[in-house]
C-alpha cells in the first residue's frame, strides 16, 4: 500500500494505529528470508527509518551491509550527488541493486551475490498490513530488476536493449513512464499474490479498496495515475476466488506469486495504462478541489465520451458499492469533458457575470462589489478552481469606476469599462487556465497544501502565467487602495452616493457538482 504521511482518517477503509520500529524490522526480515528462499542469491536490505531520518539510519546500517559480498559497492555509490539527494527523501522506495561477481577458474568456484538497497519509512503507514503490503510491493520492484539482469548475463546478445544501467557494479532501473507505472501494477499484484497464497485473502481486497479510495481522495504524496491496480482487481478476484489451486500446487509461496504477477501483469500493455491515466488524472484533480467519491465517478460515468473511462467508473463504483451521482451539466471545470466545451462554458460564465455587473452597478462607488468579485475569484483560483476566472480584465474594470470624478459622466466612464473588460477576456485564454488549474493541483498534491507564495513562485517563473502573475498582484494593490479609502473622512459622501445593497454571491456562478463536506 502507498505510504503515507500520518494524517488522521479520512475513509471508511482507513484505520489508524501506529506501526513501530520492531514491528516493521520483523516484516521485513521475514520478506526478505522469503524471497531469498526462491533467489538464493539475492538479499533485499531494507533500511527502515523515521521521517527525516533516512541518512541517519543508513548510516547506522554501514556495518551491516558492509559483511555482505556486494556491499563495498553499495556503499561506494559512485554519484554523490544523487545519492545525497536519496538519503534526503522520505518515501519507502526500491532503490538499486549492488552485484557481486566472481568468475572463478573455468566456472569452479564461481560466486555471484546481489545486494538490493530499499528504504521503508514506518513512520507513514497507518498499520502494520499496509506496511507489510507496501514491503511487498518494493520487494517485486527488486526482484524484476535481478531477473532482468539476470537474463541478460544468461543472453548472448549483449547489445540487446535492457532497461538498467550497470556502473561500477551498481545496476539501476532505467524505465520510462509506462514502464514504471506497470512495474507498479505487477508490484500490487505481486503483494496482494503474496498474500492470498499465503491465506490472507482479505488482504487483495483491502488493498484494492485502498488503490481506489486513494485514488478518489486527496492523499498527500500519492499519484495514483502511476498505481494502475485497480484495472486488474476483476482478473485477479476471479483467479484468486476460481483457478488460486493450480499455483498452490507450488510450495514455495514466492515462486507462485511471481508467476501469477507473470501471467496477470504481462497481459496489460502501454494501453491499459494510458486508459487507467485518463480516468485516475481527473479523479485526482476534482479530488483535490474538493468534490465527493459519488460526485467523481457520476462526472466519469456521465460527462466523459472515453468509453474506457466510463467502464472503470463502472467497475469502481461496484467495487466500493459507492453510487455515482448523475450529471449532466457542470457548472465548473469538469476534467473528464473536452477542453472546448470547457472553453465555451468559461466563456459563458465570463459573459454571464459581466451581465451581472451591469445590472447592479448605479455609480461609482459601487466599484467595491467588483473588488469583491476579485477577491473571492481569487480565493476560488488558490483552491484550484479556475473556471470564470478572469480578474487581469475585472481590475482595470473596477479602476476605471473607482477614478470616474462625478456622477454625471459615470455613464460613458462604465460604458467604456465594460469595453475594457470584454477586450481584457478575450486575452484570458481556457488553455492557459486549465494547464495552470493542472500545475497547481500537482503542487498541492506532493506538499498537501498551496500557500499564495507558492503560487506566485511558479506562475511568476513560466512566461506562460506572466497576465495571471500580473492580474493577482494588481488585485492586491487595488484592493490595498481600496482599503486605505476606507476611512471617516472619506464616509461622509455617502448620502451622495448611497451603496447599492447586493448580495455579492449573486456574482459567483452556482456550481452543479457537489463537494466533499
Known amino acids: 500500500m502507498a505510504d503515507k504521511l500520518l494524517n488522521p482518517p479520512t475513509t471508511e477503509y482507513e484505520g489508524f494505529m501506529s506501526v513501530d520500529y520492531k514491528s516493521a524490522k520483523h516484516i521485513c526480515n521475514v520478506i526478505r528470508r522469503q524471497v531469498q528462499s526462491c533467489y538464493p542469491d539475492l538479499h533485499i536490505h531494507f533500511t527502515i527509518h523515521k521521517e527525516n531520518e533516512r541518512e541517519k539510519a543508513f548510516i547506522s546500517d554501514t556495518a551491516e551491509i558492509s559483511e ?59 498499520t502494520i498490513d499496509d506496511l507489510k503490503s507496501h514491503t511487498l510491493h518494493i520487494s517485486w520492484h527488486a526482484i524484476a530488476l535481478y531477473k532482468e539482469y539476470i537474463n541478460y548475463r544468461r543472453s548472448k546478445d549483449k547489445k540487446a536493449s535492457y532497461d538498467f544501467t550497470d556502473n561500477y557494479n551498481i545496476i539501476i532501473p532505467k524505465l520510462d513512464n509506462y514502464q514504471r507505472f506497470h512495474r507498479n501494477l505487477m508490484g500490487d499484484i505481486f503483494s496482494a499474490s503474496v498474500q492470498t497464497l499465503q491465506g490472507k485473502e482479505k488482504a487483495f481486497e483491502t488493498l484494492s479498496k485502498q488503490r481506489i479510495i486513494d485514488t478518489l481522495t486527496p492523499k498527500t504524496g500519492f499519484r495514483a495515475e502511476e498505481f494502475p491496480f485497480p484495472i486488474c482487481i476483476d482478473t485477479l478476484g476471479y483467479l484468486f476466488k476460481d483457478n488460486i489451486k493450480q499455483y498452490k500446487k507450488n510450495k514455495k509461496t514466492i515462486q507462485s506469486a511471481v508467476k501469477i504477477t507473470e501471467d496477470i501483469g504481462n497481459t496489460h500493455t502501454s494501453t491499459s495504462i494510458e486508459q487507467w491515466q485518463s480516468f485516475s488524472s481527473p479523479s485526482q484533480q476534482l479530488a483535490w478541489i ?34 455515482p451521482e448523475i450529471i449532466t451539466n457542470i457548472q465548473d471545470y469538469n476534467p473528464y ?47 484550484g478552481k479556475v473556471m470564470g476566472w478572469c480578474v487581469p480584465a475585472l481590475i482595470p474594470m473596477a479602476d476605471m469606476i473607482r477614478k470616474c470624478p462625478t456622477d454625471d459622466i459615470f455613464e460613458n466612464v462604465f460604458k467604456d469599462a465594460i469595453c475594457r473588460y470584454e477586450e481584457e477576456v478575450n486575452n484570458i485564454t481556457w488553455e492557459t487556465l486549465s494547464e495552470l488549474s493542472k500545475q497547481l493541483f ?31 498582484m494588481l488585485a492586491r494593490q487595488i484592493n490595498d487602495e481600496s482599503k486605505s479609502q476606507k476611512t471617516p ?11 447599492t445593497e447586493v448580495n455579492i454571491t449573486n456574482f459567483i456562478s452556482p456550481n452543479a457538482i457537489k463537494r466533499t463536506k
Open 442 to 472: 500537482h503542487i498541492k498534491r506532493d506538499n498537501g497544501h498551496l500557500s499564495w507564495d507558492d503560487i506566485l513562485d511558479f506562475i511568476s517563473q513560466n512566461d506562460e502565467f506572466s497576465s495571471i502573475h500580473c492580474g493577482i
Open 290 to 323: 474538493g468534490y465527493n467519491i459519488e460526485t467523481i465517478l457520476g462526472a466519469a460515468l456521465y460527462t466523459s465520451d472515453n468509453t474506457y473511462v466510463q467502464s472503470i467508473a463502472d467497475m469502481i463504483s461496484e467495487n466500493i458499492s459507492k453510487k
Open 489 to 499: 473622512n472619506n464616509m461622509n459622501n455617502t448620502d451622495k452616493h448611497k451603496k
Open 337 to 383: 469533458t473536452n477542453q472546448e466545451v470547457n472553453s465555451r462554458l468559461h466563456k459563458k460564465l465570463c459573459r454571464e457575470l459581466l451581465e451581472t455587473i451591469q445590472r447592479n452597478i448605479a455609480n461609482p462607488e459601487d466599484y467595491n462589489l467588483i473588488i469583491d468579485i476579485i477577491n473571492k475569484q481569487n480565493i476560488s483560483l488558490k483552491e
Open 68 to 126: 555482505h559480498p556486494a556491499g563495498k559497492y553499495m556503499l561506494n555509490y559512485p554519484d554523490i550527488d544523487a545519492m545525497r539527494k536519496i538519503l534526503e527523501q522520505n518515501r519507502t522506495q526500491f532503490i538499486y541493486i549492488s552485484r557481486f561477481n566472481n568468475p572463478g577458474f573455468l566456472g569452479v568456484f564461481q560466486n555471484n551475490a546481489y545486494l538490493a538497497l530499499c528504504f521503508l519509512n514506518y513512520t507513514r503507514f497507518d
